[in-house]
């Protein structure tokens, strides 16, 4: 593992956490600072308010997943304490050679133990596979699911046949209590689509003006959600009818509401090994839906040039709990890399990885992962938003030939001569504009270079747009946003 | 490629279709029309034809099948509008220059906060913003945050707004292309920052472009471009402007003319004076030697008039007087050297006297006290030495002695000064005319500070005086401050306990050098009476400043054993337990532990025996003898939620 200021910030629970640990470790507040022979173990104290220190370790013996320990009682972990020693780390303090203290080791002891058991059990479970759940009760599920899309047909029949002009008359309250019915048939992906027709409605009593423009979203959810609900049918009819009731390779599967857990994407074999990754773009949304936070990432599979994204969803209820991603700019070596089941740029998961600066010649290498010209990234999108199930935008790094402005629209053009405008996605709101900066660039874009971004179709004018997220040079990726 | 007009229409009017309601498909004549378009498509396309199918469905189907068909209809056409979706932009293409930023590897955790505070609203954000600008100023050269900050100069809190043109003045030139860049010559608060930054960070190579934009320039953005061209702009121009400017504008040009030298420029404020009230104010904070006549002309003028035509004189005389007085401070030509004599010699018919108005404006105290206030701001120099000729006149008038002392201080030997002034201080009791004297003498002391940079006492903390303070001053200082006949005035200190403290004795403490060992012994000697004595007077009620006279004793390497316990017996008050903790914590680096600890011993047979009083002794008897067990061990000063968690 090589300990970098990003690998640091990586760990840390939230940007707050990583800020207290820098401080701590600028005012001096660590003494005692020591590590084993074999530079596995790094400890020290750390002054709190407390009378007595706290003991903070960080024990590297795990290879690319450190384990940190301390005394304080904070529910955060890491806790800004071993995120300051991090940082003791980092500027290389002076670290005395000492025989690992006795507690630390019997921690150490008990969790090759715990690990011992995990990989017994996985061997275990691999060599018998787990008790499918009861046939009868899977049976029940998809019954209830079927009687669920039934309910959610009447009401997009019920709303369009009033007209979704009436919308502006009714209750965002009425739409809260069809979504919460539906909740009782196992979709959450439909209760979440009458949850965001809920919020049209406020949007239009809010601000009458904007009506218009909340018909036409109201309308693609309902266009989205009729899709879901006859594909699905015919699905679950299927499933019914074949009695197979695992977990199957479809996007439907999410669509409907169900959960991806790491081992039935390994039972259906949506993964991939050995995965070098290196982030393209990192960026933060609010869904008011479903009141949550979306930390997405857009990574490059270095070996084939695929573009996937990671979610990390954070409930606003249980923000405190749930660690905070952030931008990385390493490269992760992901020995089992799994994929959510979709077209085009998927989920991808992982839970094990290692870190590393990435190599200039890795550096290099990425731009030429691009689409090989404007047309075919263009083709390719056109391709996936014509699928209703779909986000109507893909990710794509396109190469540049030269970046420019016509008039007052930012324009890429491929060496072919093929043009595209730039333009942010009005859908991603102020915070994602990134268009602009295009003419900030310190520098002028290098031969070779490419542009990752989200290309998507605008509404307003039939145009298919690319929103610029980084700029991907041979010698490093320039982040137009985060 | 086809006309695609019959697929927007249709895909508009099917969406009408949804928001109207499918009840009313039947009536929707438009509808009807749209898909009779289509037909052309459909003929030579087979998803236009599938398209045109499912139209023909839907408006076909009955009332309970007409969603479904509208959806599925609706869905094929987005999905077809999608694939017809169109690249390319003609025209030429213009290659992006190179913009000024910097990219630094900023994650979002590092950024977003940033970007929040820059550009959102509510509380804390500036404290932000500073504390990241402190720790990496290179951060907010980043091509992502540098626009923020431009565009945070019209924050609506102006304490960031500044904040962001510190930020940015500390750029320096290299700043100047981006705040150039989409400059608004009519804009707001906004753009004036930008122009107070670009002269600020551009030096003399912001006049160029401040030059070219005066004449678009409006309102507070001329004003401002008007302020920074001031050093570059010719008398001449000046001049021209003052007659083409109006309101804040013209105001600007007159601050820039107050700097200026040249006949021309004396007789335009001789007209300005004579034309329109509030000149003065433009006059008062020049450094010309022209402002300086002219202040001193007007000065004559004014009393002059009074003298020959009687006080107070027309409505506002008094005042004006008063405002040309002010406007003095600081002048050092010879018109206003000459008039402090000639002044001081009619000094008889200047008035004390009400204006009409009924508002006091004492004169014969304001001419003295405006000479002492210039003295405070020329230092050394002519005003100084007019003040000396003036005191050598009258030796025993009390009026004179305070900036005779002052200018004394800045021009003779410190033995000199000593052996003139100190007799004025009284050790007893005397005549009214002599109580006068020392009270002037003690009162004008509060200028005069110890620097420890400069190694000497400085008057108005800025002029160094000739020669360190004679050391027997601070012995006579003592003597006359505990037995003198001193008036007493008392101030609240700073301190969060709100002590009451004699203002004479801070002066004194403030001007003694506490490092020289006899001053040293004068000090400690003031500050134990006053730590084991009740104040005078009604003050006593509010108990005996330990807190202050500890801080000073410390300062002045006194001990604080068998005197602090001593001090606090004579508080009225309880004593929050708190203040005890602080002031030990807050003087660890003054006080070794063992001083703390015999110290802190000494409180804790106080508090035990009732003789002092602290509001929680629960936790003083806990804490202070578990405080001196580990300072004895060795051990550091405990933190304040190690005595708040003794708390029962």
């Given at each position: 593992?090589?300990?970098?200021e990003?690998?640091?910030?990586?760990q840390?629970?939230?940007?707050?956490?990583?800020?207290n640990?820098?401080k701590?470790?600028?005012?001096?507040?660590?003494?005692?600072?020591?590590?084993?022979?074999?530079?596995?173990?790094?400890?020290?104290?750390?002054?709190?308010?407390?009378?007595?220190p706290?003991?903070?370790?960080i024990?590297l013996?795990g290879?690319?997943?450190p384990?940190?320990?301390?005394?304080?009682?904070s529910?955060?972990?890491?806790?800004?304490?071993?995120?300051?020693?991090y940082?003791?780390?980092?500027?290389?303090?002076d670290?005395a050679?000492a025989?690992?203290?006795?507690?630390?080791?019997?921690?150490?002891q008990?969790?090759a133990?715990?690990?011992e058991?995990q990989?017994e059990r996985?061997?275990?479970?691999?060599?018998?596979p787990?008790?499918p759940?009861s046939?009868?009760?899977?049976?029940?599920?998809?019954d209830k699911?079927?009687?669920?899309?039934?309910?959610?047909e009447?009401?997009v029949?019920?709303?369009?046949?009033?007209?979704?002009?009436t919308m502006?008359?009714?209750?965002?309250?009425?739409?809260?209590?069809?979504?919460?019915?539906l909740?009782?048939?196992?979709?959450?992906?439909?209760?979440?689509?009458?949850?965001?027709?809920?919020?049209?409605?406020?949007?239009i009593q809010?601000?009458?003006?904007?009506?218009?423009q909340c018909?036409?979203?109201?309308?693609?959810?309902?266009?989205?959600?009729?899709?879901?609900?006859?594909?699905?049918?015919?699905?679950?009819?299927?499933?019914?009818?074949?009695?197979?009731y695992?977990?199957?390779?479809t996007?439907?599967?999410?669509?409907?509401?169900?959960?991806?857990?790491?081992?039935?994407?390994?039972?259906?074999?949506?993964?991939?090994?050995?995965?070098?990754?290196?982030?393209?773009?990192?960026?933060?949304s609010?869904?008011?839906?479903?009141r949550?936070?979306?930390?997405?990432?857009?990574?490059?599979?270095?070996?084939?040039?695929?573009?996937?994204?990671t979610?990390?969803?954070?409930?606003?209820k249980?923000?405190?709990y749930?660690?905070?991603e952030d931008?990385?700019?390493?490269?992760?070596?992901v020995?089992?890399?799994?994929?959510?089941?979709?077209?085009?740029?998927?989920r991808?998961?992982?839970?094990?990885c290692a870190s590393?600066s990435?190599?200039?010649?890795?550096?290099?290498?990425?731009?030429?992962?691009?689409?090989?010209?404007l047309?075919a990234?263009v083709?390719?999108?056109?391709?996936?938003i014509?699928?209703?199930?779909?986000?109507?935008?893909?990710?794509v790094?396109?190469?540049?030939?030269?970046l420019?402005?016509v008039?007052?629209?930012?324009?890429?053009?491929?060496?072919?001569?093929?043009?595209?405008?730039l333009?942010d996605?009005?859908?991603?709101?102020a915070d994602h504009?990134?268009?602009a900066?295009?003419?900030?660039?310190?520098?002028?874009?290098p031969?070779?270079?490419?542009?990752?971004?989200?290309m998507?179709?605008?509404?307003?004018d039939?145009?298919?747009c690319?929103?610029?997220?980084?700029?991907?040079?041979?010698?490093?990726?320039?982040?137009?946003l985060y | 490629?086809?006309?695609?007009?019959?697929?927007y229409?249709?895909?508009?009017?099917?969406e009408?279709?949804?928001?109207a309601?499918t009840?009313?498909?039947?009536?929707?004549?438009?509808?009807t029309?749209?898909?009779?378009?289509?037909?052309?498509?459909?003929?030579?396309?087979p998803?236009?034809?599938k398209?045109d199918?499912?139209?023909?469905?839907?408006?076909?189907?009955?009332?309970e099948?007409?969603?479904?068909?509208?959806?599925?209809?609706?869905s094929l056409v987005?999905?077809?509008?999608?694939?017809?979706?169109?690249?390319?932009?003609?025209?030429?293409?213009?290659?992006?220059?190179?913009?000024?930023?910097?990219?630094?590897p900023?994650?979002?955790?590092?950024?977003?906060?940033l970007?929040?505070?820059?550009?959102g609203?509510?509380?804390?954000?500036?404290?932000?913003?500073?504390?990241?600008?402190?720790?990496?100023?290179?951060?907010?050269?980043?091509?992502?945050?540098?626009?923020?900050?431009?565009?945070?100069?019209?924050?609506?809190?102006?304490?960031?707004?500044?904040?962001?043109?510190?930020?940015l003045t500390?750029?320096?030139?290299?700043?100047?292309?981006?705040l150039?860049?989409?400059?608004d010559?009519?804009?707001?608060?906004?753009?004036?920052?930008?122009?107070?930054?670009?002269?600020k960070?551009?030096?003399?190579?912001?006049?160029?472009?401040?030059?070219?934009i005066?004449?678009?320039?409006?309102?507070?953005v001329?004003?401002?471009?008007?302020?920074a061209?001031?050093?570059?702009?010719?008398?001449?121009?000046?001049?021209?402007?003052a007659v083409?400017?109006?309101?804040?504008c013209?105001?600007?040009v007159?601050?820039?003319?107050?700097?200026?030298?040249g006949?021309?420029?004396?007789t335009?404020?001789?007209?300005?004076?004579?034309?329109?009230t509030?000149?003065h104010?433009?006059?008062?904070?020049?450094?010309?030697?022209?402002?300086?006549?002219?202040?001193?002309?007007?000065?004559?003028?004014?009393?002059?008039t009074?003298f020959a035509?009687?006080?107070?004189?027309?409505?506002?005389?008094?005042?004006?007087?008063a405002?040309?007085l002010?406007?003095?401070?600081g002048?050092?030509?010879?018109?206003?050297?000459?008039f402090?004599?000639?002044?001081?010699?009619?000094?008889?018919?200047?008035p004390?006297?009400l204006?009409k108005?009924?508002?006091?404006?004492d004169?014969k105290t304001?001419?003295?006290?405006?000479?002492?206030?210039?003295?405070?701001?020329?230092?050394p120099?002519?005003?100084?030495?007019?003040?000396?000729?003036?005191?050598?006149?009258?030796?025993?008038?009390?009026?004179?002695?305070?900036?005779?002392?002052?200018?004394?201080l800045?021009?003779?030997?410190?033995?000199e000064?000593?052996?003139?002034?100190?007799?004025?201080?009284l050790?007893?009791?005397?005549t009214?005319?002599?109580?006068?004297?020392?009270?002037?003498?003690?009162g004008v002391?509060?200028?005069?500070?110890w620097?420890?940079?400069?190694g000497?006492?400085?008057?108005?903390?800025?002029?160094?005086v000739a020669?360190?303070?004679?050391?027997?001053?601070?012995?006579?200082?003592?003597?006359v401050?505990?037995?003198g006949?001193?008036?007493?005035e008392?101030q609240?200190?700073?301190l969060?306990?709100?002590?009451v403290v004699?203002?004479?004795d801070s002066?004194?403490l403030?001007?003694?050098?506490p490092?020289?060992?006899a001053?040293?012994?004068?000090?400690?000697?003031?500050?134990?009476?006053?730590?084991?004595?009740l104040?005078?007077?009604?003050y006593?009620?509010y108990?005996?400043?330990?807190?202050?006279?500890?801080?000073y004793?410390?300062?002045?390497?006194?001990?604080?054993?068998g005197?602090?316990?001593?001090?606090?017996?004579?508080?009225?008050?309880?004593?929050?337990v708190?203040?005890i903790?602080?002031?030990?914590?807050?003087?660890?680096?003054?006080l070794?532990?063992?001083?703390t600890?015999?110290?802190?011993?000494?409180?804790g047979?106080?508090?035990?025996?009732k003789?002092?009083?602290?509001?929680?002794?629960?936790?003083?008897?806990k804490?202070?003898?578990y405080?001196?067990?580990?300072?004895?061990?060795?051990?550091?000063?405990?933190?304040?939620?190690?005595?708040?968690?003794?708390?029962?």
């Open positions: 593992m090589e300990l970098t990003s690998f640091i910030l990586s840390a629970p939230n940007p707050a956490a990583a800020e640990g820098r701590l470790s600028r005012k001096g507040s660590f003494s005692g600072h020591h590590k084993d022979a074999g530079g596995t173990l790094f400890w020290a104290d750390c002054a709190g308010s407390g009378k007595t706290y003991h903070v370790s024990d013996s290879g690319g997943d384990v940190c320990r301390c005394s304080c009682p529910r955060q972990f890491p806790c800004k304490h071993a995120l300051g020693l940082f003791e780390m980092l500027a290389e303090k670290f050679v025989d690992i203290p006795q507690d630390i080791a019997e921690k150490r008990k969790q133990q715990r690990a058991k990989a996985r061997e275990k479970a691999a060599k018998s787990p008790k759940a046939a009868a009760a899977q049976k029940k599920k998809l699911q079927l009687q669920g899309l039934d309910q959610a009447r009401m029949d019920e709303l369009l046949t009033a007209g979704v002009a502006a008359g009714a209750s965002a309250q009425t739409y809260e209590k069809l979504a919460k019915e909740g009782n048939y196992y979709l959450t992906g439909a209760q979440t689509a009458f949850e965001r027709i809920a919020l049209t409605v406020r949007s809010k601000d009458p003006e904007q009506a218009e018909y036409a979203q109201a309308l693609q959810i309902l266009i989205a959600l009729h899709s879901t609900i006859k594909r699905s049918r015919a699905f679950l009819q299927q499933k019914l009818d074949a009695k197979a695992s977990a199957e390779d996007v439907l599967f999410e669509a409907m509401g169900g959960v991806w857990r790491l081992e039935d994407l390994h039972a259906v074999g949506a993964y991939r090994e050995n995965v070098r990754l290196v982030q393209l773009a990192f960026d933060v609010y869904d008011e839906a479903k949550e936070y979306v930390e997405r990432g857009w990574w490059i599979d270095l070996g084939t040039g695929r573009i996937d994204q979610r990390n969803l954070r409930p606003v249980a923000m405190k749930i660690k905070a931008s990385r700019f390493d490269l992760l070596e020995p089992i890399l799994y994929t959510y089941p979709g077209e085009g740029s998927c991808i998961r992982w839970e094990d590393r990435i190599t200039p010649e890795e550096q290099a290498a990425l731009p030429a992962l691009a689409q090989p010209d047309a990234a083709k390719m999108v056109k391709g996936q014509k699928n209703t199930l779909l986000p109507k935008y893909a990710p790094l396109v190469p540049i030939g030269q420019g402005t008039g007052e629209e930012f324009v890429l053009e491929d060496a072919a001569g093929g043009r595209i405008q333009r996605r009005r859908e991603d709101g504009a990134s268009t900066r295009l003419a900030m660039l310190p520098e002028a874009v031969p070779g270079s490419a542009l990752f971004g989200l998507f179709y605008d509404n307003a039939g145009h298919i690319l929103h610029p997220y980084s700029l991907v040079t041979p010698r490093q990726t320039i982040r137009l | 490629m086809p006309n695609l007009q019959p697929l229409d249709i895909k508009e009017r099917l009408h279709a949804a928001i309601g009840n009313l498909l039947s009536e929707d004549f438009r509808l029309r749209a898909a009779e378009a289509l037909t052309p498509l459909a003929k030579a396309s998803v236009f034809a398209i199918a499912g139209v023909r469905t839907l408006l076909a189907a009955p009332p099948g007409r969603s479904t068909a509208l959806l599925d209809t609706l987005d999905a077809v509008a999608y694939t017809q979706g169109v690249t390319g932009c003609p025209g030429d293409l213009m290659p992006l220059p190179p913009g000024s930023g910097v990219m630094r900023l994650s979002y955790g590092q950024l977003h906060p970007l929040e505070a820059l550009t609203t509510g509380g804390g954000r500036a404290s932000l913003v500073q504390s990241r600008w402190e720790a990496d100023p290179e951060q907010f050269r980043d091509f992502r945050i540098l626009p923020a900050v431009i565009a945070g100069l019209g924050d609506s809190y102006g304490g960031l707004a500044d904040l962001n043109a510190r930020i500390a750029m320096g030139p290299a700043i100047l292309p981006r150039q860049e989409g400059f010559p009519a804009g707001k608060k906004d753009m004036v920052r930008r122009v107070e930054v670009i002269a960070a551009g030096g003399s190579s912001a006049e160029p472009w401040l030059r070219q005066l004449p678009q320039a409006k309102k507070d001329r004003e401002a471009a008007i302020d061209l001031r050093p570059y702009l010719s008398t001449q121009e000046l001049l021209e402007m083409t400017e109006k309101g804040k013209r105001e600007a007159l601050r820039g003319l107050a700097q200026q030298e006949e021309a420029v004396k335009f404020w001789r007209e300005e004076a004579q034309r329109r509030g000149t104010e433009f006059l008062r904070d020049a450094s010309s030697s022209i402002a300086s006549d002219l202040v001193a002309e007007q000065l004559r003028r004014l009393f002059e009074g035509e009687g006080w107070p004189g027309p409505t506002g005389f008094l005042q004006s007087v405002d040309w002010h406007a003095a401070e002048k050092t030509s010879p018109a206003m050297i000459d402090w004599r000639w002044i001081d010699s009619r000094y008889d018919d200047v004390s006297t204006n108005t009924g508002r006091f404006t004169l304001a001419v003295p006290t405006t000479l002492l206030d210039s003295l405070l701001r020329a230092g120099g002519p005003v100084a030495e007019v003040c000396w000729e003036l005191y050598q006149k009258r030796p025993d008038e009390p009026r004179y002695l305070p900036f005779g002392f002052l200018a004394a800045l021009q003779k030997p410190a033995a000064v000593y052996t003139l002034f100190a007799p004025y201080l050790l007893e009791d005397s009214p005319l002599h109580r006068r004297q020392s009270d002037a003498l003690l002391i509060s200028h005069v500070r620097s420890k940079e400069k000497r006492q400085c008057v108005s903390a800025s002029f160094p020669e360190p303070m004679d050391p027997r001053w601070f012995d006579r200082l003592a003597q401050l505990l037995h006949p001193v008036s007493r008392s609240y200190t700073a969060v306990t709100g002590e004699e203002v004479h002066a004194v403030c001007m003694a050098d490092t020289d060992p001053v040293r012994i004068s000090m400690t000697s003031l500050i134990h009476s006053r730590m084991t004595q104040p005078l007077g009604h006593s009620r108990g005996t400043p330990w807190m202050t006279y500890s801080s004793l410390l300062q002045f390497g006194g001990s604080l054993r005197v602090l316990a001593e001090s606090m017996t004579l508080c009225t008050k309880p004593i929050y708190y203040y903790w602080k002031f030990f914590d807050d003087y660890r680096d003054l070794t532990p063992a001083e600890a015999d110290v802190l011993e000494e409180l047979q106080g508090i035990q025996a003789h002092i009083l602290v509001d929680q002794d629960d936790i003083a008897e804490a202070i003898p405080t001196i067990a580990e300072l004895r061990a060795g051990r550091a000063y405990p933190e304040w939620s190690v005595w708040w968690d003794m708390r029962p």
